[in-house]
C-alpha cells in the first residue's frame, strides 16, 4: 500500500522555525513531484511549495524568502524547512506526491504560530 506519512508539525511563536517531513513507503515504481499544501480554518487548501525529481522549485509568494522545500537522497522523502514564521501560516499542512502516476495525499499535520 502506497502512502505518505508527514511529521513535525507542532506549535511555536511568531518568529521561530519548524521543520516538516514526509516519507514515500509501498511499492512504488515512480516519483514525479513532491510537495506541501496548507488548509487554514473555512479556507481553500493552497499550494505552499513544489519540487520536481529533477529538483526544480516552486514557492507560493507569501512564503517566498522564509520557507525551503527539499528532497531526501533516494527522493521518497520531501521536507519543508519554515523560518520566520507568521501566525498566518497556521494551519494544517499536508504533503502530495505522485506516486506511480497516481496523486497521493499525507494525513495532514497542524502547524500553530501564535503571536
Known amino acids: 500500500q502506497v502512502q505518505l506519512v508527514e511529521s513535525g508539525g507542532g506549535w511555536v511563536q511568531a518568529g521561530g522555525s519548524l521543520i516538516l517531513s514526509c516519507a514515500a513507503s509501498g511499492s512504488i515504481f515512480s516519483i514525479n513531484n513532491m510537495g506541501w499544501y496548507r488548509q487554514a480554518p473555512g479556507t481553500q487548501r493552497e499550494l505552499v511549495a513544489t519540487i520536481t525529481g529533477i529538483g526544480r522549485t516552486n514557492y507560493a509568494d507569501s512564503v517566498k524568502g522564509r520557507f525551503s522545500i527539499s528532497r531526501g537522497s533516494a527522493k521518497k522523502t520531501v521536507y519543508l524547512q519554515m523560518t520566520s514564521l507568521k501566525p498566518d501560516d497556521t494551519a494544517v499542512y499536508y504533503c502530495?506526491?505522485?506516486?506511480?502516476?497516481?496523486?497521493?495525499w499525507g494525513q495532514g499535520t497542524q502547524v500553530t504560530v501564535s503571536s
Open positions: 502530495h506526491a505522485v506516486l506511480n502516476s497516481n496523486d497521493y
